[in-house]
């Protein structure tokens, strides 16, 4: 390489730190990306997609880039918001060349009958999980995000949006328990956009890093993103105080910098949140039944009516919810289904266990209708 081409090459390298540094670029990060740098290809972080076509913050400013290159068949390795990608540095229309290897991801199953992942966001390091305090608290659901976050490799953290609805201190001090009883190891805060109680807390959480925003329609992401940023940066529809339901205000994933530092990756509100391959994820939820379990007599128990569950005894004793142990089983099923449709070996074990309880069944009746004659 001649002078004057090294002598670009870094200033180009000085001027992607200089501009990208606010959307998380780092060492690690150019470390990956130089075989791209070799090529003369630019590096940026796309901060939405839509149909094929990407927008990517660079050097040059924001950039609309085709991915043809990179869209294999596999859904989850398409290019998705918080990629860190390799875009020509001229043309029309640019393409974006490759992606860098993700730090973590967060999918989930999509509700086709294909049953296959979909990749929500890139990258993350905060997964915050708006949940609305306008409503009744469904602790199933909020387990639901959690194991979806902490598969993804993110800090999950929890926010109770609306708190200025709740009528009392002692009232959301309960709610706030609730929460953090189904959230063990997760930082729960509940907030006000319309007082600004708790935003101060959360815009220094997120100040380091990069944080994706998940919730159903109605959560308060819109409302929660515009009182991170600032300014009314996302369209806000009224919602319905009786049932929290309006109108979805976000209708693609935006990655956005915010002014006190870090990244904020918005996203639609989510109908469903399917699990996807999140075994390691469901047991961090549950890390009270998983230790429990690790006490039981025999390794395989599945804490149904085997001697010497500790989860039963638990149970028994009160200090296991029999709500947590439903969900816990809910999700694990959900989840083994999930993996038994792309596992043939797990799909053929199930098939034999679906056998054998069946045969078990029909054994039982066959005893009952005998003993009845006699």
Not at 20 to 32: C, F, H, K, Q, R
Not at 286 to 295: K, M
Not at 308 to 324: F, K
Request: charged share 25%; aromatic share 6%; with cysteine.
């Amino acid at each position: 390489m001649s002078h004057a081409s090294l002598h670009t090459s870094s200033s180009t390298t000085s001027d992607a730190q200089r501009s990208l540094a606010p959307y998380g670029w780092d060492a690690g990060w150019e470390a990956e990306f130089a075989p791209y740098a070799a090529q003369g290809l630019l590096p940026g972080r796309v901060v939405r997609v839509d149909r094929g076509q990407c927008d990517i913050h660079t050097a040059d400013g924001v950039v609309r880039a085709d991915t043809t290159y990179v869209t294999p068949h596999d859904p989850l390795r398409v290019v998705c918001t918080g990629d860190w990608v390799a875009v020509d540095p001229v043309g029309d229309p640019r393409f974006v060349r490759a992606y860098l290897p993700r730090r973590t991801a967060f999918v989930r199953s999509t509700s086709s009958s294909r049953s296959e992942g979909q990749i929500l966001a890139a990258n993350v390091d905060h997964a915050i999980i708006a949940v609305s305090l306008a409503v009744e608290l469904d602790l199933g659901r909020i387990e639901r995000f959690l194991a979806l976050a902490w598969e993804s490799g993110a800090q999950p953290l929890v926010v109770l949006t609306k708190s200025d609805l709740v009528p009392d201190a002692t009232g959301l001090s309960y709610l706030v328990d609730d929460v953090e009883t189904t959230a063990p190891g997760v930082q729960v805060l509940p907030v006000s956009s319309a007082t600004g109680d708790g935003i101060d807390v959360l815009t220094a959480v997120v100040s380091g890093g990069t944080s994706v925003l998940l919730g159903v329609s109605g959560a308060g992401k819109s409302t929660l993103a515009n009182a991170l940023l600032g300014a009314d940066v996302m369209e806000v529809q009224a919602i319905r105080d009786v049932d929290g339901k309006g109108r979805h205000t976000t209708t693609t994933r935006n990655l956005l910098a915010l002014p006190g530092g870090g990244v904020l990756i918005d996203t639609p509100g989510l109908r469903g949140v399917g699990l996807w391959d999140a075994e390691a994820g469901v047991g961090q939820v549950f890390a009270e039944i998983e230790e429990l379990a690790a006490r039981c007599r025999f390794h395989d128990c599945a804490h149904e009516s085997e001697p010497g569950c500790a989860v039963l005894a638990a149970l028994e004793e009160g200090t296991l919810p029999v709500r947590r142990l439903e969900s816990y089983r809910k999700l694990l099923r959900e989840n083994r289904r999930i993996v038994a449709k792309t596992d043939a070996r797990l799909r053929a074990e199930m098939g034999r266990e679906w056998r054998m309880k069946s045969a078990e069944g029909r054994a039982n009746f066959a005893a009952k209708r005998a003993g009845g004659r006699r």
